[in-house]
């Protein structure tokens, strides 16, 4: 996994930030975004509590499939989550840690030999420097529901900046017309070190001929660029990962990593004339030895052309 760290991070930082510098100039071909939170798939507030993730794309106008040239199109992405314990005011001491997390990087997405390719780095900084734990004291004020308490802040996750490689490797198979199944495998190596393996299962227009980028908590795949067939579409998928490390889980928390985790995940998305709306469920199993359970979070995007 060292090996593994070193390569995808050298990739990306060396190679990438020339081709990030020669794509500075080139128009955004398009955007995504994609909300999820344990709210809205069990009805809780613990773990993977919530998270935002926004993409914007850079490059040529898209043409319906990926340039075959690293660097040719550019995303780049801004993501903010939070990580809790099951009760946020009185916590067990067994469970994980608080943690928010903020990060900002950049992934190139390209085709070759019919493979789909995403290589990219993004630059995680964890902690109460991060701010996120400030954020979400205000919006349950806003909304009268219980913040964390002084004691689960005090002992969050405490400041560390991670660089963390990305990459994935996907082939579509065209089952049918309307039938599409995308195995894919990933590595990561930065925050988390882990490799995972799994599959995407498309019925319906939604991505065909479009850019898809996967939220790293859910697994969900969002837009990015945009075909608007309308209609619905029914998406299913699964992976199983071996995971090695965490930031969010340090040893020094007394909590013990699980080294394997899996995802199973369903969605729907319906596509008008000039309005879609997403929203998909995704089961995530334990990742410490003392959660007795996984937990379901879910996963929204409503979008209006105007």
Known sequence: ???????????????????????????????????????????????????????????????????EGFGDLIEMRIM???????????????DRPYAGALSIGAHTHFERSGFDIALGADLTLVGPSSGIGDIQTWLHNAFSVAEPSDTVLNNQVGNKLALTGVAEVGYIYELSENARLRPFVEARAGDETLLRAGFDFTLGQFGHDELLVRD?????RY???????PGWSFLAGADFAVV?????????????????RERYRIGMNWQGESTS??????????????????????????????
């Open 216 to 220: 790293p908590v859910s697994g969900q």
């Open 1 to 67: 996994m060292g090996i593994l760290k070193t390569i995808l991070a050298a990739s990306l930082v060396f190679g990438g930030a020339s081709s990030i510098a020669v794509q500075a100039e080139a128009e955004q071909i398009g955007y995504g975004r994609l909300i999820v939170n344990d709210f809205l798939g069990d009805g809780q507030d613990r773990w993977r509590s919530g998270s935002i993730v926004g993409s914007h794309l850079y490059g040529q106008p898209w043409g319906g499939q990926r340039p």
């Open 80 to 94: 903010g989550q939070v990580i809790a314990p099951d009760n946020l005011q009185s916590p067990d001491p067994t």
């Open 244 to 260: 090695q490390s965490s930031i969010y889980l340090p040893a020094s928390s007394g909590v013990t990593i699980e080294d394997t």
């Open 223 to 229: 837009q990015t660029t945009y075909q608007n067939r």
């Open 277 to 306: 709306v997403y929203y998909g469920a995704t089961w995530l199993s334990p990742e410490f030895t003392g959660q007795d359970e996984g937990q379901v979070v879910g996963a929204v995007r409503i979008r209006f052309d105007f």
